[in-house]
C-alpha cells in the first residue's frame, strides 16, 4: 500500500488527539460524517421510529414513550407470516428461475459449440437492462389472465386462461428473467477461469462426461452459483416494482408493497411500517452476510495463468436446436415486452378482446405519443428525473471517488470502515432508505424534505456500493508507482490526482458515471416515500399513471425511458472500448 | 570510499539515515537501519528478495513514514519519527527509477520527462531546451514524439532516467530498475548507468539483490538481512574481509566451512581445524581465541594447484575429482581431506588429469576466518 499520506510515527498516548486534529484527521471525520448522515442515521432514525408510538416530528422525541407495541402489531395474527411466505416464496421461485437460466444460457455460451457463441455471451445480460417496473408494465400487458395479448391470441384457438401472470408462478417466472443475467456474469466468470485440466484429469481417470459434470464441473462452480443465488434472492427480496404491479391483482401482497401502503394510504402507519421494515432489513442484512462469507470461501475457483479458455462441448445434432432456444428466449424476454409496449402505445382505445380486435391497423396512431409529451406532468417528471439524476452523478461521482481512494491508495485511519459503511446499502432496500430519509428529514429542521435535494441524496446512499466498487476497479488497475513517480518528480497529491490519477482511471469514473445517471433515472422504490407534487420522478409518475390506469401514456413513458437508457448504455460501451488500450 | 567520507568530514554528507525502523502490523521490515552517503557516492543496498531494500528506499524518498528513526537531507532532517517530522515526498527534491519504470501510458515521452519541469513552472522554451537535452544524454533523441505506451523495456527505463534527472535532483533512488530487462540488456544498461552517474557526479542509492550488479557498480555496498544492515563496504573489502557467512555466501561462490581455531600463530592469522579433519593458517580480525567455533572461507581462484610435493608452508595433498574446462578458466571439485573443495584456475592451458593426486596451496592471507557471530555492521 502507498503512504500517499503517511502518518507520522509517534504512537504515544494522546498522540490520536493530534491525528484527529490533523487535516488528515478533519479531512476523515468530514467524510465520516457525510456517510453517517447518508446512510447510517436513516437507518438509526427508522429503527428508532419502529420502537415509537407516533409519527415522526420534528426534532420531537418523547423518549418515554418507547414501545413494542409497533412490533407487536405487526406479528400478531397472520398478517405478517401471510406477508412473509409470499415475498420468500415467489422470491425463491425467481432465484431457482435465475439460476436454472443463467447457468444454463452461460454454460451454453461459453462451453459449448453452439453457433454465434460469443454474440450469445454478450446479449446473454440484455434483461438486466430492462427496468423491473417496465419489464412489470409489460408482462401484465402480455399475460394478465383476461386480457393479456398472449390469452387472447391461445383463446383464439381454443385454449381457456392459459397463463396467468398474477400468481406466484407467473411472478416468479418475471422475477427470474430479468434477474437470470446476474447469475449468468457470476457462472460465465468462473466457467471463463476454469482450470480445463481438472475435467481432463477426470476424463483420463475413466469418467464418463456425465460424470465429471455433476462430480468435478458443478463443484467448481458451485460457489459462483451460490453466491449469485443469494444475491438474487436478496434483490429479489428488496424489489418493489414488480410484486407492486403484478401482485395486487392477484391478491398476492408483498412485505415492500405492504410497508408502502401502510406509510401512503391513510390512515398511515408510518411506525408499523418501520417495524416491518425493520424486520425486513434483518433478513436483507443476514442474507448479505451469509453471501460475503459464500464469496470469501470462493478460492478454489481455480484460475489458470495461461488464460487458456477452455475447450469447449461439442453439441453434436443439439447445436441447431440449442441455439434456437438460446436465442429465442433472449428474443422472448427482451423484444416481446418492448413489441407489446409499443403496440399499446401505438393503439387508440384498449378495448380488444380477439385476435381480428388486436390486428385492427385503424386502431393504430401516434396521438398518445403526442398527448404523452404534451402533458405537463410527464414533462415535468422527465425534467426532474433528469434532474436529479444529473446531480447524484456530479455529487457521486465526486464523493465516490474520494471514497475509492481513501480507501485504495491512502493509509488513512479509518479507510476500512469507510469501506464497509459503503457498502452497507447492498443489504438496505431501497424503499427502507426512502423510510429512513424521511424520518430522518423531517425529524431534523432544515428545509430539505420536499426538494429534489432529498431524493439526490437519498439516490446517492442507495447507489454507493455499485458507484464505489466502479471506480475502486479501475483505481486498482493502476501500478501504484505511476503515482509515486509523480510525487517524486515534484508533484503534490492534487496536482497527481488531477494530472495521472484521473486521466488514467477515467475510463472507469465515467462508466461509473453512466452506471450512476441510469441507476437514478430509472429509480422508483427509493424516491416512492420522498417526492411531493412538485418533486415526482419520471418512474413514479409511470407508476402513478398505472395505478390510475392510463396504460397508454404508461406505455409511451416506458419506451421513451428505455430509449434514453439505451443510448446511455450504448455511449459507455463506446467509451470503455475507446479509452481501454491505456490501462495495462 | 572510505577516504571519500573523510576528506568531506566537515560537510554533511548528502544522505543520512539513522536508526530507521519500519512495522508493518507487528513484523518490523526494516529495522535500526543507519548508513551515511557522501556528495557523488554511488551505493549499492544489496540483499535478498524480501529483505526489506525497497521499503528502506521508501522510506528515504518518503512514500512510506517510518515507525522510528531519522532521515537526514544534506544536514537537513525530512523524517523524524520521534518529533513526529514529515517531509512529503515531492518536497525532498528526490529523483526515483522504479522497477515497473512508471511511465505514464497517457503522455508521451516528452511530456513524461517534462513533467517534474511542468510541476515546478519553467518556462516553455528551458523545458524544451532541457528534455532534449536530458534525451540525448539518455540516447533517446528524436523519440519525443512517440507515445509512451509502445516503448520497449529498455526506452522506458531510459525515459524513466531523463525524468529522474531532469530536474537536477539532490539524491537519485533506484530501485531494481534493470531487473525487468534482459541479460544482454541489463549488462549494457549497467554500464551506460555507470558512466552516466560518473558524468553527471549525481549522489545515488541502488537497490538490488543481483550481487554482479551490485559489485560493478558500486562505490560502496550496504548488504541486508531480514531488515538490518549486516555489512557496509567497498565491494573488494566485502569480498575479502566479510564479516558473516551470510556475507560471504551471498557477494561470491566461496567454499565455506565450519571449523574451531586451534591456536593463534599471530594477531592476525591463525590455526584451524575444520570439521572434516582439515589443517589450514587462515587470516582473521585479531578477535578470535583458541577453541572458538568459525566459519573460514577461501575464494575459488586463490588456491594454486601443482604437480610437485614441496614441502612449503600452506600446501595440502588432494586429488582432483572433475573438473569443468571453460575457456579462460578451468574449475576443478578437488578431494582435500575427505570433503569436497571448489578451484578454479586461471589461463587456457591443459587441465590437469582427472583422479590424479595434487598438491593443493591455499595461501594463508588469502583464507579468511569469521567467527559465528559476527553480525555487527562495520563503519565505513
Ligand atoms: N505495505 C506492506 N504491508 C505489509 N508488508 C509489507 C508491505 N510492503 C512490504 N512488506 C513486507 O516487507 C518485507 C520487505 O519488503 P521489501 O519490498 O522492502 O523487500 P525487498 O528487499 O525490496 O524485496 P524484493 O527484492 O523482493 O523487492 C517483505 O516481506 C514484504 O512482504
Ligand atoms: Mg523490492
Same mark, same amino acid.
Given at each position: 500500500?502507498?503512504?500517499?499520506?503517511?502518518?507520522?510515527?509517534?504512537?504515544?498516548?494522546?498522540?490520536?488527539?493530534?491525528?484527529?486534529?490533523?487535516?488528515?484527521?478533519?479531512?476523515?471525520?468530514?467524510?465520516?460524517?457525510?456517510?453517517?448522515?447518508?446512510?447510517?442515521?436513516?437507518?438509526?432514525?427508522?429503527?428508532?421510529?419502529?420502537?415509537?408510538?407516533?409519527?415522526?416530528?420534528?426534532?420531537?422525541?418523547?423518549?418515554?414513550?418507547?414501545?413494542?407495541?409497533?412490533?407487536?402489531?405487526?406479528?400478531?395474527?397472520?398478517?405478517?407470516?401471510?406477508?412473509?411466505?409470499?415475498?420468500?416464496?415467489?422470491?425463491?421461485?425467481?432465484?431457482?428461475?435465475?439460476?436454472?437460466?443463467?447457468?444454463?444460457?452461460?454454460?451454453?455460451?461459453?462451453?459449448?459449440?453452439?453457433?454465434?457463441?460469443?454474440?450469445?455471451?454478450?446479449?446473454?445480460?440484455?434483461?438486466?437492462?430492462?427496468?423491473?417496473?417496465?419489464?412489470?408494465?409489460?408482462?401484465?400487458?402480455?399475460?394478465?389472465?383476461?386480457?393479456?395479448?398472449?390469452?387472447?391470441?391461445?383463446?383464439?384457438?381454443?385454449?381457456?386462461?392459459?397463463?396467468?401472470?398474477?400468481?406466484?408462478?407467473?411472478?416468479?417466472?418475471?422475477?427470474?428473467?430479468?434477474?437470470?443475467?446476474?447469475?449468468?456474469?457470476?457462472?460465465?466468470?468462473?466457467?471463463?477461469?476454469?482450470?480445463?485440466?481438472?475435467?481432463?484429469?477426470?476424463?483420463?481417470?475413466?469418467?464418463?462426461?456425465?460424470?465429471?459434470?455433476?462430480?468435478?464441473?458443478?463443484?467448481?462452480?458451485?460457489?459462483?452459483?451460490?453466491?449469485?443465488?443469494?444475491?438474487?434472492?436478496?434483490?429479489?427480496?428488496?424489489?418493489?416494482?414488480?410484486?407492486?404491479?403484478?401482485?395486487?391483482?392477484?391478491?398476492?401482497?408483498?412485505?415492500?408493497?405492504?410497508?408502502?401502503?401502510?406509510?401512503?394510504?391513510?390512515?398511515?402507519?408510518?411506525?408499523?411500517?418501520?417495524?416491518?421494515?425493520?424486520?425486513?432489513?434483518?433478513?436483507?442484512?443476514?442474507?448479505?452476510?451469509?453471501?460475503?462469507?459464500?464469496?470469501?470461501?470462493?478460492?478454489?475457483?481455480?484460475?489458470?495463468?495461461?488464460?487458456?479458455?477452455?475447450?469447449?462441448?461439442?453439441?453434436?445434432?443439439?447445436?441447431?436446436?440449442?441455439?434456437?432456444?438460446?436465442?429465442?428466449?433472449?428474443?422472448?424476454?427482451?423484444?416481446?415486452?418492448?413489441?407489446?409496449?409499443?403496440?399499446?402505445?401505438?393503439?387508440?382505445?384498449?378495448?380488444?378482446?380477439?385476435?381480428?380486435?388486436?390486428?385492427?391497423?385503424?386502431?393504430?396512431?401516434?396521438?398518445?405519443?403526442?398527448?404523452?409529451?404534451?402533458?405537463?406532468?410527464?414533462?415535468?417528471?422527465?425534467?426532474?428525473?433528469?434532474?436529479?439524476?444529473?446531480?447524484?452523478?456530479?455529487?457521486?461521482?465526486?464523493?465516490?471517488?474520494?471514497?475509492?481512494?481513501?480507501?485504495?491508495?491512502?493509509?488513512?485511519?479509518?479507510?476500512?470502515?469507510?469501506?464497509?459503511?459503503?457498502?452497507?446499502?447492498?443489504?438496505?432496500?431501497?424503499?427502507?432508505?426512502?423510510?429512513?430519509?424521511?424520518?430522518?428529514?423531517?425529524?431534523?429542521?432544515?428545509?430539505?424534505?420536499?426538494?429534489?435535494?432529498?431524493?439526490?441524496?437519498?439516490?446517492?446512499?442507495?447507489?454507493?456500493?455499485?458507484?464505489?466498487?466502479?471506480?475502486?476497479?479501475?483505481?486498482?488497475?493502476?501500478?501504484?508507482?505511476?503515482?509515486?513517480?509523480?510525487?517524486?518528480?515534484?508533484?503534490?497529491?492534487?496536482?497527481?490526482?488531477?494530472?495521472?490519477?484521473?486521466?488514467?482511471?477515467?475510463?472507469?469514473?465515467?462508466?461509473?458515471?453512466?452506471?450512476?445517471?441510469?441507476?437514478?433515472?430509472?429509480?422508483?422504490?427509493?424516491?416512492?416515500?420522498?417526492?411531493?407534487?412538485?418533486?415526482?420522478?419520471?418512474?413514479?409518475?409511470?407508476?402513478?399513471?398505472?395505478?390510475?390506469?392510463?396504460?397508454?401514456?404508461?406505455?409511451?413513458?416506458?419506451?421513451?425511458?428505455?430509449?434514453?437508457?439505451?443510448?446511455?448504455?450504448?455511449?459507455?460501451?463506446?467509451?470503455?472500448?475507446?479509452?481501454?488500450?491505456?490501462?495495462? | 570510499?572510505?577516504?571519500?567520507?573523510?576528506?568531506?568530514?566537515?560537510?554533511?554528507?548528502?544522505?543520512?539515515?539513522?536508526?530507521?525502523?519500519?512495522?508493518?502490523?507487528?513484523?518490523?521490515?526494516?529495522?535500526?537501519?543507519?548508513?551515511?552517503?557522501?556528495?557523488?557516492?554511488?551505493?549499492?543496498?544489496?540483499?535478498?528478495?524480501?529483505?526489506?531494500?525497497?521499503?528502506?528506499?521508501?522510506?528515504?524518498?518518503?512514500?512510506?513514514?517510518?515507525?522510528?528513526?531519522?532521515?537526514?537531507?544534506?544536514?537537513?532532517?525530512?523524517?523524524?519519527?520521534?518529533?513526529?517530522?514529515?517531509?512529503?515526498?515531492?518536497?525532498?527534491?528526490?529523483?526515483?527509477?522504479?522497477?515497473?519504470?512508471?511511465?505514464?501510458?497517457?503522455?508521451?515521452?516528452?511530456? *513524461?520527462?517534462?513533467?517534474? $519541469? !511542468?510541476? =515546478?513552472? /519553467?518556462?516553455?522554451?528551458?523545458?524544451? %531546451? &532541457?528534455?532534449?537535452?536530458?534525451?540525448?544524454?539518455?540516447?533517446?533523441?528524436?523519440?519525443?514524439?512517440?507515445?509512451?505506451?509502445?516503448?520497449?523495456?529498455?526506452?522506458?527505463?531510459?525515459?524513466?532516467?531523463?525524468?529522474?534527472?531532469?530536474?537536477?535532483?539532490?539524491?537519485?533512488?533506484?530501485?531494481?530498475?534493470?531487473? *525487468?530487462?534482459?541479460?544482454? $540488456? !541489463?549488462? =549494457?544498461? /549497467?554500464?551506460?548507468?555507470?558512466?552516466? %552517474? &560518473?558524468?553527471?557526479?549525481?549522489?545515488?542509492?541502488?537497490?538490488?539483490?543481483?550481487?554482479?550488479?551490485?559489485?560493478?557498480?558500486?562505490?560502496?555496498?550496504?548488504?541486508?538481512?531480514?531488515?538490518?544492515?549486516?555489512?557496509?563496504?567497498?565491494?573488494?573489502?566485502?569480498?575479502?574481509?566479510?564479516?558473516?557467512?551470510?556475507?560471504?555466501?551471498?557477494?561470491?561462490?566461496?567454499?565455506?566451512?565450519?571449523?574451531?581455531?586451534?591456536?593463534?600463530?599471530?594477531?592476525?592469522?591463525?590455526?584451524?581445524?575444520?570439521?572434516?579433519?582439515?589443517?589450514?593458517?587462515?587470516?582473521?580480525?585479531?578477535?578470535?581465541?583458541?577453541?572458538?567455533?568459525?566459519?573460514?572461507?577461501?575464494?575459488?581462484?586463490?588456491?594454486?594447484?601443482?604437480?610437485?610435493?614441496?614441502?612449503?608452508?600452506?600446501?595440502?595433498?588432494?586429488?582432483?575429482?572433475?573438473?569443468?574446462?571453460?575457456?579462460?578458466?578451468?574449475?576443478?571439485?578437488?578431494?582435500?581431506?575427505?570433503?569436497?573443495?571448489?578451484?578454479?584456475?586461471?589461463?587456457?592451458?591443459?587441465?590437469?588429469?582427472?583422479?590424479?593426486?595434487?598438491?593443493?596451496?591455499?595461501?594463508?592471507?588469502?583464507?579468511?576466518?569469521?567467527?559465528?557471530?559476527?553480525?555487527?555492521?562495520?563503519?565505513?
Amino acid at each position: 500500500m502507498t503512504a500517499l499520506v503517511a502518518s507520522p510515527g509517534a504512537r504515544s498516548r494522546g498522540a490520536w488527539l493530534v491525528a484527529a486534529l490533523s487535516p488528515r484527521g478533519l479531512f476523515m471525520a468530514v467524510l465520516f460524517a457525510g456517510l453517517f448522515f447518508l446512510i447510517v442515521l436513516p437507518v438509526l432514525a427508522l429503527v428508532l421510529g419502529s420502537f415509537l408510538p407516533v409519527p415522526p416530528r420534528a426534532l420531537a422525541i418523547d423518549w418515554s414513550g418507547l414501545t413494542l407495541a409497533n412490533y407487536r402489531e405487526t406479528l400478531s395474527g397472520g398478517g405478517f407470516l401471510a406477508l412473509l411466505r409470499v415475498t420468500l416464496a415467489a422470491a425463491m421461485i425467481g432465484t431457482a428461475g435465475a439460476l436454472a437460466i443463467g447457468a444454463s444460457l452461460a454454460w451454453l455460451a461459453i462451453r459449448t459449440n453452439v453457433p454465434g457463441r460469443h454474440l450469445l455471451e454478450s446479449i446473454a445480460i440484455l434483461p438486466m437492462f430492462v427496468p423491473p417496473l417496465v419489464g412489470a408494465f409489460a408482462w401484465d400487458i402480455l399475460a394478465s389472465p383476461r386480457s393479456g395479448i398472449i390469452n387472447i391470441a391461445l383463446r383464439s384457438i381454443g385454449i381457456e386462461k392459459a397463463v396467468n401472470i398474477y400468481s406466484l408462478g407467473g411472478i416468479g417466472f418475471v422475477f427470474a428473467i430479468y434477474y437470470a443475467p446476474y447469475v449468468h456474469l457470476f457462472v460465465a466468470a468462473a466457467l471463463r477461469n476454469f482450470d480445463p485440466t481438472h475435467e481432463e484429469a477426470a476424463r483420463m481417470c475413466g469418467a464418463s462426461s456425465w460424470r465429471c459434470f455433476w462430480q468435478i464441473t458443478l463443484p467448481l462452480i458451485s460457489p459462483a452459483l451460490l453466491s449469485s443465488g443469494l444475491l438474487v434472492f436478496v434483490l429479489l427480496i428488496e424489489l418493489f416494482a414488480i410484486p407492486a404491479i403484478l401482485g395486487e391483482p392477484g391478491n398476492l401482497h408483498f412485505i415492500s408493497v405492504r410497508i408502502w401502503e401502510m406509510v401512503g394510504f391513510t390512515p398511515p402507519k408510518v411506525n408499523q411500517a418501520s417495524a416491518l421494515g425493520v424486520l425486513m432489513l434483518v433478513i436483507t442484512v443476514t442474507l448479505v452476510l451469509l453471501q460475503y462469507r459464500v464469496l470469501g470461501k470462493r478460492s478454489f475457483v481455480t484460475v489458470s495463468g495461461k488464460g487458456l479458455r477452455p475447450d469447449v462441448v461439442a453439441l453434436g445434432g443439439a447445436r441447431w436446436p440449442l441455439a434456437f432456444v438460446g436465442f429465442g428466449y433472449i428474443l422472448f424476454v427482451v423484444l416481446l415486452p418492448y413489441a407489446a409496449l409499443l403496440f399499446i402505445a401505438l393503439r387508440k382505445n384498449l378495448f380488444y378482446a380477439t385476435l381480428g380486435a388486436l390486428a385492427d391497423t385503424r386502431q393504430l396512431s401516434l396521438d398518445q405519443f403526442a398527448l404523452a409529451f404534451s402533458d405537463p406532468v410527464v414533462r415535468a417528471s422527465f425534467l426532474n428525473s433528469l434532474a436529479v439524476s444529473l446531480g447524484t452523478v456530479a455529487i457521486g461521482s465526486v464523493l465516490y471517488f474520494t471514497i475509492a481512494y481513501v480507501v485504495q491508495r491512502t493509509s488513512l485511519a479509518g479507510r476500512r470502515a469507510l469501506d464497509v459503511i459503503t457498502i452497507l446499502p447492498v443489504a438496505i432496500p431501497g424503499l427502507i432508505i426512502g423510510l429512513g430519509y424521511l424520518w430522518t428529514w423531517i425529524s431534523l429542521p432544515f428545509g430539505i424534505y420536499g426538494t429534489l435535494w432529498i431524493i439526490i441524496l437519498a439516490y446517492l446512499s442507495q447507489f454507493s456500493p455499485q458507484g464505489v466498487r466502479a471506480i475502486s476497479g479501475s483505481l486498482v488497475q493502476i501500478d501504484p508507482e505511476l503515482e509515486e513517480s509523480s510525487r517524486l518528480c515534484g508533484a503534490g497529491l492534487a496536482y497527481t490526482l488531477r494530472r495521472i490519477v484521473v486521466p488514467l482511471a477515467w475510463p472507469g469514473i465515467l462508466s461509473a458515471m453512466i452506471l450512476l445517471l441510469i441507476l437514478s433515472f430509472r429509480e422508483l422504490a427509493t424516491a416512492l416515500f420522498l417526492y411531493t407534487s412538485t418533486t415526482q420522478v419520471f418512474s413514479l409518475t409511470m407508476f402513478d399513471f398505472w395505478l390510475r390506469g392510463s396504460t397508454n401514456l404508461v406505455a409511451v413513458m416506458a419506451l421513451v425511458q428505455t430509449l434514453v437508457l439505451a443510448i446511455l448504455v450504448l455511449l459507455a460501451r463506446r467509451i470503455r472500448r475507446e479509452r481501454t488500450p491505456f490501462i495495462t | 570510499m572510505a577516504v571519500a567520507c573523510q576528506a568531506f568530514e566537515s560537510q554533511a554528507p548528502k544522505c543520512q539515515v539513522e536508526a530507521l525502523t519500519k512495522r508493518y502490523g507487528t513484523r518490523a521490515v526494516v529495522e535500526n537501519v543507519s548508513f551515511e552517503i557522501a556528495e557523488g557516492e554511488f551505493v549499492v543496498v544489496l540483499g535478498p528478495s524480501g529483505c526489506g531494500k525497497s521499503t528502506t528506499l521508501r522510506l528515504v524518498a518518503g512514500l512510506a513514514a517510518a515507525d522510528g528513526g531519522r532521515v537526514l537531507l544534506g544536514g537537513k532532517a525530512v523524517s523524524d519519527a520521534a518529533s513526529g517530522l514529515f517531509v512529503r515526498p515531492e518536497r525532498r527534491d528526490i529523483g526515483m527509477v522504479f522497477q515497473s519504470y512508471a511511465i505514464w501510458p497517457h503522455m508521451d515521452v516528452f511530456e *513524461n520527462v517534462a513533467y517534474p $519541469l !511542468r510541476v =515546478r513552472k /519553467r518556462g516553455n522554451a528551458e523545458i524544451k %531546451q &532541457r528534455v532534449e537535452n536530458m534525451l540525448a544524454l539518455v540516447g533517446l533523441a528524436g523519440e519525443a514524439r512517440r507515445s509512451a505506451a509502445q516503448l520497449s523495456g529498455g526506452q522506458m527505463q531510459r525515459v524513466a532516467l531523463a525524468r529522474a534527472l531532469v530536474f537536477d535532483p539532490t539524491l537519485l533512488l533506484f530501485d531494481e530498475p534493470l531487473s *525487468n530487462l534482459d541479460l544482454k $540488456l !541489463r549488462e =549494457r544498461l /549497467r554500464l551506460e548507468l555507470k558512466e552516466l %552517474q &560518473r558524468r553527471t557526479g549525481l549522489t545515488s542509492i541502488y537497490v538490488t539483490h543481483d550481487q554482479a550488479e551490485a559489485v560493478e557498480l558500486a562505490d560502496r555496498i550496504i548488504v541486508m538481512e531480514s531488515g538490518r544492515v549486516v555489512q557496509v563496504g567497498a565491494p573488494h573489502e566485502l569480498y575479502r574481509r566479510p564479516l558473516s557467512r551470510f556475507v560471504a555466501q551471498f557477494i561470491s561462490s566461496a567454499n565455506i566451512f565450519p571449523g574451531r581455531v586451534l591456536a593463534r600463530i599471530s594477531d592476525d592469522c591463525a590455526s584451524v581445524r575444520t570439521e572434516t579433519g582439515r589443517e589450514l593458517a587462515a587470516t582473521h580480525d585479531g578477535s578470535v581465541a583458541t577453541g572458538d567455533l568459525v566459519d573460514v572461507v577461501i575464494h575459488p581462484e586463490d588456491c594454486l594447484l601443482g604437480e610437485r610435493a614441496p614441502e612449503a608452508p600452506d600446501s595440502h595433498h588432494a586429488r582432483i575429482v572433475s573438473r569443468r574446462y571453460q575457456g579462460t578458466s578451468t574449475r576443478y571439485t578437488v578431494d582435500w581431506a575427505g570433503a569436497p573443495l571448489e578451484v578454479a584456475a586461471l589461463g587456457s592451458e591443459a587441465p590437469l588429469a582427472q583422479d590424479s593426486p595434487v598438491v593443493l596451496t591455499v595461501p594463508r592471507e588469502r583464507a579468511r576466518i569469521i567467527g559465528r557471530s559476527a553480525i555487527a555492521a562495520s563503519a565505513p
